[in-house]
């Protein structure tokens, strides 16, 4: 039976080792990639599609959102061809973004009506390349996530790493999953999830929340599913298996860190006097937030010398806002007249693409009558 070890030292490096082993590129469709632009925006992607015409501009063929490909050496790609690039949600750019001067934008705003787009509508592969790659006789997982068109409904036996209920971040989190037990299979660069089978039999039994149990290789047979964006397997059976010789995949290298987040605004304003006692109080952030992240890191005090019989501050609610990247905080009741309020963003408040922290933040101002 396979057994945990609960050392920490072993623990860290272990889970080191299998960070390691995550490709930096991701084989998916582009149908997820329209499906959950947040997770893929920032990454290597590579997609099997055919590349047409826009204008001035090409973009992957039958896609429900445009996605716009912009070459690195290459004019087009023939058919069945991998493209290769980064993939970037262009509403969660910054038309000024540095990181961007060499893109000419103009023509994008040409083709969509001329206006910068909403976040999760209009994509760009960036320094895209095309490598023929024809599908395998007998699919591998890498064939299954490029093209589950190919074997939706058909019988399937892969092999790949446990990774467990997505602990590694191989596939965007919340979909694929069916039940109880389902787990995800990792092989080079491609992920699927598998449903149907507990990953345990003879010789081993897996934890799917345990990153110990992550990196066990496992053999799958099933039949290939797929009722939204990506594919999973309906599995039958499940056993032990060997580490296959990998495809070599080519990685690029991945692009530069994006900046810290970084409060930009606030109402009231730092150092504000005669502000409004009944609020809401609104911070707005550089870069989209993880909304969940700020649960339990938002404080709301009096400072300075308090009057007698002064109440406490009153209690609050928080909301998130994904489109204006602003915190908004709401009272329960009107803040007390004339006193020095302070808001305090604690430690643990996260970007939501990266995870980059935001450094802890405080406001202060001054109530009116």
């Given at each position: 039976?396979?057994?945990?070890?609960?050392?920490?030292?072993v623990?860290?490096?272990?889970?080191?080792?299998?960070?390691?082993?995550?490709?930096?590129?991701?084989?998916?469709?582009?149908?997820?990639?329209?499906?959950?632009?947040?997770?893929?925006?920032?990454?290597?992607?590579v997609?099997?599609?055919?590349?047409?015409?826009a204008?001035?501009?090409?973009?992957?063929?039958?896609?429900?959102?445009?996605?716009?490909?912009?070459?690195?050496?290459?004019?087009?790609?023939?058919?069945?061809?991998?493209?290769?690039?980064?993939?970037?949600d262009?509403?969660?750019?910054?038309?000024?973004?540095?990181?961007?001067?060499g893109?000419?934008?103009?023509?994008?705003l040409?083709?969509?009506?001329?206006?910068?787009?909403?976040?999760?509508?209009?994509?760009?592969?960036?320094?895209?390349?095309?490598?023929?790659?024809?599908?395998?006789?007998?699919?591998?997982?890498?064939?299954?996530?490029?093209?589950?068109?190919r074997?939706?409904?058909?019988?399937?036996?892969?092999?790949?790493?446990?990774?467990?209920?997505?602990?590694?971040?191989?596939?965007?989190?919340g979909?694929?999953?069916?039940?109880?037990?389902?787990?995800?299979l990792?092989?080079?660069?491609?992920?699927?999830?598998?449903?149907?089978?507990?990953?345990?039999?003879?010789?081993?039994?897996?934890?799917?929340?345990?990153?110990?149990?992550?990196?066990?290789?496992?053999?799958?047979?099933g039949?290939?599913?797929?009722?939204g964006?990506?594919?999973?397997?309906?599995?039958?059976?499940?056993?032990?298996?060997?580490?296959?010789?990998?495809?070599?995949?080519?990685?690029?290298m991945?692009a530069?860190?994006?900046?810290?987040?970084?409060?930009?605004?606030?109402?009231?304003?730092?150092?504000?006097?005669?502000?409004?006692?009944?609020?809401?109080?609104?911070i707005?952030?550089?870069?989209?937030m993880?909304?969940?992240?700020?649960?339990?890191?938002?404080?709301?005090?009096?400072?300075?010398?308090?009057?007698?019989?002064?109440?406490?501050?009153?209690?609050?609610?928080?909301?998130?806002?994904?489109?204006?990247?602003?915190?908004?905080?709401?009272?329960?009741?009107?803040?007390?007249?004339?006193?020095?309020?302070k808001?305090?963003?604690?430690?643990?408040?996260?970007?939501?693409?990266?995870?980059?922290?935001?450094?802890?933040?405080s406001?202060?101002?001054?109530?009116?009558?």
């Amino acid at each position: 039976m396979i057994r945990v070890l609960r050392v920490s030292g072993v623990l860290a490096l272990l889970s080191t080792a299998l960070w390691a082993q995550s490709a930096t590129r991701l084989a998916t469709t582009p149908e997820a990639l329209v499906a959950s632009p947040v997770f893929f925006h920032g990454k290597q992607i590579v997609v099997r599609r055919d590349v047409e015409p826009a204008g001035t501009l090409m973009r992957l063929a039958n896609t429900s959102k445009p996605v716009f490909v912009f070459w690195r050496d290459s004019p087009s790609a023939p058919s069945n061809s991998e493209v290769r690039g980064e993939f970037w949600d262009m509403g969660r750019l910054e038309p000024t973004d540095p990181r961007f001067s060499g893109v000419h934008f103009q023509p994008i705003l040409e083709a969509i009506g001329g206006q910068w787009p909403a976040r999760d509508h209009v994509f760009m592969i960036l320094g895209a390349s095309a490598v023929q790659s024809p599908l395998p006789e007998d699919p591998t997982l890498r064939a299954l996530a490029l093209a589950p068109e190919r074997y939706i409904g058909k019988g399937v036996t892969v092999t790949g790493r446990f990774r467990g209920a997505n602990l590694l971040a191989d596939l965007p989190q919340g979909a694929g999953t069916k039940g109880r037990w389902d787990f995800v299979l990792q092989s080079a660069d491609a992920a699927i999830w598998v449903s149907g089978v507990r990953p345990r039999g003879r010789g081993f039994d897996l934890d799917i929340n345990s990153r110990m149990d992550a990196g066990h290789w496992l053999k799958v047979a099933g039949t290939l599913r797929r009722d939204g964006a990506l594919p999973w397997i309906e599995a039958n059976s499940i056993a032990e298996a060997s580490a296959p010789t990998e495809t070599v995949v080519e990685v690029a290298m991945p692009a530069p860190p994006q900046p810290v987040p970084e409060v930009v605004f606030s109402a009231p304003t730092a150092g504000e006097i005669d502000a409004d006692r009944a609020g809401p109080i609104r911070i707005q952030f550089s870069r989209d937030m993880d909304g969940k992240t700020f649960a339990a890191h938002v404080k709301l005090s009096y400072t300075g010398p308090a009057p007698a019989g002064a109440p406490a501050p009153p209690a609050f609610t928080i909301r998130y806002n994904d489109g204006t990247r602003g915190l908004e905080i709401r009272l329960s009741a009107p803040l007390d007249r004339f006193r020095s309020v302070k808001v305090d963003l604690l430690e643990g408040i996260l970007s939501a693409i990266d995870n980059r922290p935001l450094a802890p933040y405080s406001l202060t101002f001054t109530t009116g009558g």
